[in-house]
């Protein structure tokens, strides 16, 4: 069974970091292309970032370009988002999922990150 | 980057009756691959998406079958034959064809 775990959300002041993680498991993770997605309460859903399953090219939205960073560690089986310079309209839900054929079949649960004084 | 725009935003539809949701995309969909990268996604209240279907009309697996979805180029449309409780939620268009992905509005589904 295909599993998308989140962790490290929480409060964070303006212009703070964070690191979100993503635990998977169920699947051969160092093979799939693996993406950041956030939702901001009562709001659509945004692509943030995504990896190549061996970590050689990174992509990122304009929003974000330059303050978040995203990693993996195959080893690891695990996805990482470092957030840093956070603003308030960063505050969301923020999603992991499965990339498959420029499409995403499993995703995680969600790990809130709130930027707020 | 290429723009979704998702019709009716809400729809309240009765129990057993059918249900329809437009998606049109501000650029064609048909990747250089031949392929059209349109996804659809629902999103029951306080859970995460769950897609539904892949390139324009193939169904994930454990997806029931009044869930059907057609389309091309730029106008796609996402069906249910028959509404069923469990079907209220937010539904939405995706666009993988092109970087960034990027979704509809989203359509609340909810029973009449």
């Known amino acids: 069974e295909v599993q998308l775990v989140e962790s490290g959300g929480g409060l964070v002041q303006p212009g703070g970091s964070l690191r979100l993680s993503c635990a998977a498991s169920?699947?051969?993770?160092?093979?799939?292309?693996m993406t950041w997605f956030r939702q901001a309460r009562g709001k659509g859903l945004e692509c943030v970032a995504n990896?190549?399953?061996?970590?050689?090219?990174?992509y990122y939205v304009d929003s974000v370009k330059g303050r978040f960073t995203i990693s993996r560690d195959n080893a690891q089986n695990s996805l990482y988002l470092q957030l840093d310079s956070l603003r308030a309209e960063d505050t969301a839900v923020y999603y992991c999922?499965?990339?498959?054929?420029?499409?995403?079949?499993?995703w995680g649960q969600g790990t809130l990150v709130t930027v707020s004084s | 980057d290429v723009v979704m725009t998702q019709s009716p935003l809400s729809l309240p539809v009765t129990l057993g009756q059918p249900a329809s949701i437009s998606c049109r995309s501000s650029?064609?969909?048909?990747?250089?691959?031949?392929?059209?990268?349109l996804s659809w996604f629902q999103q029951r209240p306080g859970q995460s998406p769950r897609r539904l279907i892949y390139k324009v009309s193939n169904r994930d697996s454990g997806v029931p079958d009044r869930f059907s979805g057609s389309g091309s180029g730029t106008d796609f449309t996402l069906k249910i034959s028959r509404m069923e409780a469990e079907d209220v939620g937010v539904y939405y268009c995706?666009?993988?064809?092109?970087?960034?992905?990027?979704f509809g509005q989203g359509t609340k589904l909810e029973i009449k």
């Open positions: 995706m666009q993988g064809t092109r970087w960034p992905p990027s």
């Open positions: 650029q064609s969909l048909v990747h250089s691959d031949g392929n059209t990268y």
């Open positions: 169920g699947f051969t993770f160092r093979s799939s292309w």
């Open positions: 999922a499965r990339g498959v054929a420029f499409s995403w079949d499993y």
């Open positions: 990896i190549k399953p061996d970590g050689s090219e990174k």
